[in-house]
């Protein structure tokens, strides 16, 4: 198997190399198209037309569109996104400091999203035929209209101002520090055995990971009880009721493997979203990660950090639904033989 599922993975990143060069294209060319001038705005007010001119030269702007890419691109072969206008600093450090934020981020809203989903299909297709089956699927329905930066605005009005149970802005306490060692603040501070930190971090994090996450729970609730339903008249489920199999058995044992099927795709696709979505959040929650970053980017129309962020969130996105065929080959051993 393990074959099979390498000779899918070296498919997609064959896929994903032209869908990559087709986004960075897009990417550069719609930023040209914009009318403000990153190099004046980075200029002091004193500066002469000299002065901007000398600088736009020496970053290239006043060369064609696809020559400035072909510059560009062979730059990012090397490893080199460029050096932010605003920060003064490499790009690549820029996003390397930020990524791991807004990885935990994504990551932590992901599995509440798949923690509250999954059991929430469940018992949204237990519930079927009965009255309490309309409220629960009006309340899922309702979540599913509320957009992310409404559902993190709302817990902060509820979690953080209200009932002042949770923080909400930054990961840490100001005065809480932890010695960076890979960048990702929970890892760090398990290695540094900081685990007052841990928990705080944690504390820190419930509140914009459960915004992302209410996004995408309705959802998998709802695709999930329609898959159960759609599986819960086959055969093999009929066969499992008449040898007296549990009702709960079957549903969990037999029906739901299928039913995850489409739902795993629904995931993957959702989790691509999630990942785009910290941008609001992480700003909402004055969170430092990639999305802040891009924000404070687009403030200062800094280029080259709007081009890297954009794909490293292209990118992103590639690799989680890279991940979720993979879980649904595993999972789905009539696909391994179809391919």
């Not at 498919?11 to 060319?29: D, E, G, K, W, Y």
């Not at 705005?41 to 001119?53: H, Q, Y």
């Not at 009721?241 to 969990?252: A, F, Q, S, T």
Request: net charge neutral; hydrophobic share 55%.
């Amino acid at each position: 198997m393990s074959g099979e599922i390498l000779g899918i993975v070296l498919r997609r990143i064959a896929v994903a190399i032209p869908l990559m060069l087709l986004v960075s294209i897009l990417v550069f060319i719609v930023l040209r198209l914009i009318p403000a001038d990153p190099v004046a705005m980075s200029m002091p007010p004193n500066a002469t037309n000299e002065d901007i001119e000398a600088l736009r030269r020496e970053m290239g702007l006043h060369l064609p569109v696809m020559h400035q890419y072909a510059i560009w691109l062979g730059h990012i072969l090397e490893g080199d996104l460029g050096r932010s206008i605003a920060f003064g600093q490499p790009v690549f450090k820029l996003i390397g400091q930020s990524l791991p934020a807004t990885i935990e981020l994504a990551a932590f809203g992901a599995l509440f999203a798949t923690a509250i989903g999954l059991p929430g299909g469940i018992l949204l297709f237990r519930l079927r035929g009965r009255p309490s089956e309309q409220a629960v699927d009006v309340g899922s329905t309702l979540m599913m209209s509320i957009p992310e930066f409404l559902w993190a605005l709302f817990l902060i009005l509820v979690f953080g101002v209200a009932f002042n149970l949770l923080p909400f802005a930054g990961r840490l306490p100001p005065d809480m520090t932890i010695p960076k060692v890979t960048g990702f603040l929970l890892l760090d501070c398990l290695l540094t055995g900081d685990f007052t930190a841990f928990l705080e971090a944690i504390r820190h994090m419930l509140l914009p990971a459960l915004a992302l996450a209410l996004g995408t729970v309705p959802l998998i609730m709802r695709l999930l009880r329609s898959s159960l339903l759609d599986v819960i008249g086959e055969d093999y489920v009929t066969m499992a009721r008449l040898r007296g199999v549990p009702e709960r058995r079957v549903v969990n044992r037999h029906a739901l493997r299928n039913a995850l099927l489409p739902t795993l795709s629904l995931m993957g696709v959702q989790f691509g979203f999630l990942f785009g979505g910290t941008l609001l959040v992480e700003v909402i929650y004055s969170y430092p990660g990639l999305g802040n970053l891009m924000v404070e980017a687009v403030r200062n129309t800094d280029l080259p950090i709007i081009q890297g962020a954009a794909l490293v969130f292209a990118l992103a996105v590639l690799t989680i639904n890279l991940a979720v065929d993979v879980v649904y080959i595993v999972v789905n051993p009539k696909l391994r033989r179809a391919r």
